[in-house]
């Protein structure tokens, strides 16, 4: 596809675009910590290790938009035959469009796949005209939709500036949220809890106690410091609960060596520990002054155990390292108790069909303010001391 001297093909997966032309895109400022999810090694390893690969329904197409033989802009992509592991649910849509006849899968999918964290998904060189490349990723993925024999484009995850532009393009707004944890400056976790009310500062420090009173200490791991073994632990618990959870847990044991080998410094792992045997992980990674909590996995149950090594210890960590913010993930309303705030995600969708447009912005429409309006109430039923 080729329009106004700007070229847009399907490139396929990510080792095909390479690692220096896709971080050239994914971190343009040359920063030391980028964001973790939008890395070349972040989807190599998803694609390299048969998680995200057209077996388990994700097919890489990813897009480029080159000017002059350089690479400007990179959008994740993905033919998907399936709505799962996106956590921007779609079936209901589908169901809408073959119940009169239509096809919704294949679709196309622009994400980072099995994590529901905010980012750039139109990444853009350093020296690109920002604007003029994210219309033209927009556009060439709005016109790949009929290419693929597609019916539609999801762009999950966004920051709000790409949602926004997304809209001028003809797509379809949808919101969300999510919870996260802010730091306000906090040296220690004692200065967090006395923002918090009395009630719900004696149930955090209760729910830690318990903790404590099992024996259980806790290792961060980060760097060097992680070995095969410890990914050879973490991987029990993570199929263990994923199992239970899913059913079918989406990624490979290969998945985890790869990140620990190629991005071990932005990667922390939890451990929980009774004496020397380990019970329980957390899988977080970090990078622009936030900690993305990803997986979490035990096998053995004990109360509290998930809100102190997932929740707890991500805000210990957050404030040893200084770090602005800890996103813990998808869904949830039970992190609100736990001092993490309400805020809104983004998704943006290009649907061909045209019956199926319609209906579906009407009901985005109505969503969208049901949204802001929990958004809304969650805030006031905040946990922090009222004034």
Same mark, same amino acid.
């Given at each position: 596809?080729? +329009? ?27 920063? &030391?910590?980028?964001? &973790? ?5 972040? %989807? ?21 938009? +080159? ?36 096809? /919704? ?42 290419? *693929? ?50 009630? $719900? ?48 847990? /989406?990624?490979?044991? +290969? %998945? ?14 939890? *451990?929980?520990?009774?004496?020397? $045997? ?13 900690? /993305? ?10 109360? %509290? ?15 040893? $390292?200084?770090?602005? $913010? ?19 995600? /983004? ?41």
């Amino acid at each position: 596809m080729t +329009e106004d001297g700007v070229t847009a093909r399907l490139s396929g997966r990510a080792a095909d675009i390479g690692a220096t032309a896709w971080n050239a895109c994914a971190n343009p400022s040359g920063r &030391p910590d980028p964001h &973790p999810f939008t890395r070349y090694e972040f %989807f190599v390893a998803l694609e390299e290790s048969k998680s995200a690969v057209p077996r388990t329904g994700w097919r890489p197409v990813h897009l480029a938009v +080159e000017r002059h033989g350089r690479i400007e802009g990179l959008m994740p992509l993905y033919v998907k035959r399936h709505s799962q592991g996106e956590y921007v649910f779609d079936h209901a849509w589908a169901d809408a469009l073959e119940r009169i006849g239509g096809r /919704y899968y294949p679709k196309l999918q622009s994400a980072v796949p099995f994590t529901p964290v905010t980012g750039r998904r139109m990444l853009i060189a350093n020296g690109a005209d920002e604007t003029a490349t994210r219309n033209a990723l927009l556009s060439a993925g709005a016109a790949a939709v009929e290419h *693929l024999d597609c019916s539609s484009l999801h762009i999950t995850f966004p920051i709000e500036e790409e949602w926004r532009a997304a809209e001028a393009m003809g797509y379809l707004l949808r919101t969300d949220r999510q919870f996260h944890w802010l730091n306000q400056g906090y040296d220690s976790f004692d200065t967090f809890l006395a923002e918090l009310s009395s009630s $719900k500062r004696k149930n955090l420090r209760k729910e830690r106690a318990a903790i404590q009173a099992e024996g259980i200490a806790f290792d961060w791991l980060t760097g060097s410091d992680i070995t095969e073994a410890h990914w050879d632990a973490f991987f029990e618990f993570y199929m263990d609960t994923g199992g239970r959870k899913w059913g079918h847990p /989406y990624l490979t044991r +290969e %998945f985890f060596s790869r990140i620990g080998q190629d991005m071990a410094d932005q990667v922390l792992l939890i *451990l929980a520990r009774r004496g020397k $045997k380990y019970i329980a992980g957390a899988l977080n990674l970090f990078g622009e002054g936030v900690l /993305y909590g990803r997986n979490w996995g035990c096998t053995e149950y004990v109360p %509290f155990l998930h809100f102190e090594a997932c929740y707890y210890q991500a805000i210990d960590f957050a404030i040893a $390292k200084g770090l602005a $913010k800890v996103e813990a993930g998808a869904q949830g309303e039970h992190k609100l108790l736990r001092g993490y705030n309400p805020v809104p995600t /983004y998704s943006a969708h290009f649907i061909a069909h045209p019956g199926l447009r319609t209906a579906v912005a009407n009901y985005l429409k109505a969503e969208r303010d049901a949204i802001a309006e929990d958004i809304e109430d969650l805030s006031a039923a905040s946990p922090f001391k009222k004034g």
